[in-house]
């Protein structure tokens, strides 16, 4: 079973060709994440985590909910971790979280796929997340092979900052930068309430029929990219970027 957390459509996508390679099925953790219901679930297949990289490592959200998921039957637990540039040293985190589990430890693949941190970063055009999409194939098509065989995921070889990345800078990146505050929404909004249901920790809440940031706030910028008006911005950082949703998933 693949257990699939996805801000603007990366992993969702991503899931979805490999369920369709291994012939699994894709759940969706949003209504578990969102409402924190601990989930009980039987699989006679390897377990697949597929989730978005935040700052180099699993999100601590969905980490945080493993740890309240009794997942029974097949013990063997692989990664799949779509990321801007590169994993850093997850693997290691993940490997140890399965043990914290009780869980095997099968691997982690790194699934490049466009960036859509737009709090942080430029994100691509519909045209140039396409080209990047396309170049993930082989390691999605990799990842599948190795899972479809039971075979471990190899490990990438050690990269030049990736302990640092994936340690210090990921531990300071939650409290530093993880923040809503900067949200603001302009009188453009249409008061569909989008945002509100997208939210993946329930942290907006509609008052006078415009969206409200609570301190939960994960950063996984389904509110701002997937705003139907495109009328949410994050202070000057995201002003003038096209927004982002992977031009390949389904619709979010």
């Not at 699994?24 to 969102?34: K, T």
């Not at 971790?81 to 490997?95: I, L």
């Not at 996984?220 to 390949?248: D, F, N, T, V, W």
Request: proline letters at 6%; charged letters at 20%.
């Amino acid at each position: 079973m693949i257990l699939c957390f996805s801000g603007t459509g990366n992993s969702r996508y991503c899931a979805d060709v490999l369920a369709n390679h291994l012939g699994d099925e894709v759940l969706d953790l949003h209504d578990a994440l969102r409402s924190q219901i601990a989930l009980d679930l039987v699989s006679g297949r390897p377990w697949v985590i597929l989730t978005p990289t935040y700052a180099w490592q699993l999100p601590h959200l969905v980490r945080d909910l493993l740890h309240t998921v009794n997942l029974s039957g097949d013990e063997r637990v692989y990664f799949v971790m779509t990321c801007g540039s590169d994993t850093g040293d997850a693997h290691r985190h993940n490997k140890a979280l399965c043990q914290m589990l009780g869980l095997r430890y099968m691997g982690t693949a790194e699934i490049v796929m466009p960036e859509n941190y737009i709090a942080m970063f430029d994100v691509p055009s519909q045209e140039e997340a396409r080209v990047i999409i396309r170049r993930a194939q082989p390691a999605l098509e990799a990842a599948a092979r190795h899972i479809a065989a039971g075979e471990v995921i190899p490990e990438h070889r050690p990269r030049l900052g990736d302990g640092l990345k994936s340690g210090l800078i990921n531990q300071a990146f939650y409290p530093l930068f993880v923040k809503a505050k900067a949200f603001t929404v302009s009188d453009t909004c249409i008061h569909c309430g989008k945002c509100a249901r997208d939210c993946v920790t329930d942290n907006i809440r509609m008052v006078d029929g415009k969206p409200v940031w609570g301190d939960r706030c994960t950063h996984c910028m389904a509110c701002i990219c997937l705003c139907p008006a495109q009328a949410i911005e994050y202070g000057k950082k995201s002003q003038g970027k096209p927004r982002y949703h992977c031009p390949e998933a389904k619709p979010l």
